[in-house]
């Protein structure tokens, strides 16, 4: 088992900064790859970003070019760095924790382990 430890939520005002964290323990071999996921009130759950052990990572395309993933293998934790919050970022994160392969060519990331959430919210 993997437990995840996020913290960092908050509310900010659009335009704004957050940095959510979420730290691994547990069976960390069995894992190689994390990531975020997100939920709004009335959407489906989506993927976010994950990254990858070797550092590879990947967005997806609202939150391109504002949103930065990053990892620290030695502290087993990763970073979700959000800047230029829009009020549809509101919502609930999940840090998650999986396996990534390659599938025809396309590297898909698989979720094994969940957090418990931390809400964002972006208004004014």
């Known amino acids: 088992q993997v437990q995840l430890v996020e913290s960092g939520g908050g509310l900010v005002q659009p335009g704004g900064s957050l940095r959510l964290s979420c730290a691994a323990s547990?069976?960390?071999?069995?894992?190689?790859?994390m990531g975020w996921y997100r939920q709004a009130p009335g959407k489906q759950r989506e993927l976010v970003a994950f990254?990858?052990?070797?550092?590879?990572?990947n967005y997806d395309d609202s939150v391109k070019g504002r949103f930065t993933i990053s990892r620290d293998n030695a502290k087993n934790t990763v970073y979700l760095q959000m800047d230029s919050l829009k009020p549809e970022d509101t919502a609930v994160y999940y840090c998650t924790a999986g396996k990534s392969r390659y599938y025809s060519g396309t590297l898909r990331y698989t979720v094994d382990y969940w957090g418990q959430g931390t809400q964002v919210t972006v208004s004014s």
């Open positions: 547990g069976s960390i071999f069995s894992i190689d790859a």
């Open positions: 990254i990858t052990i070797g550092g590879y990572s």
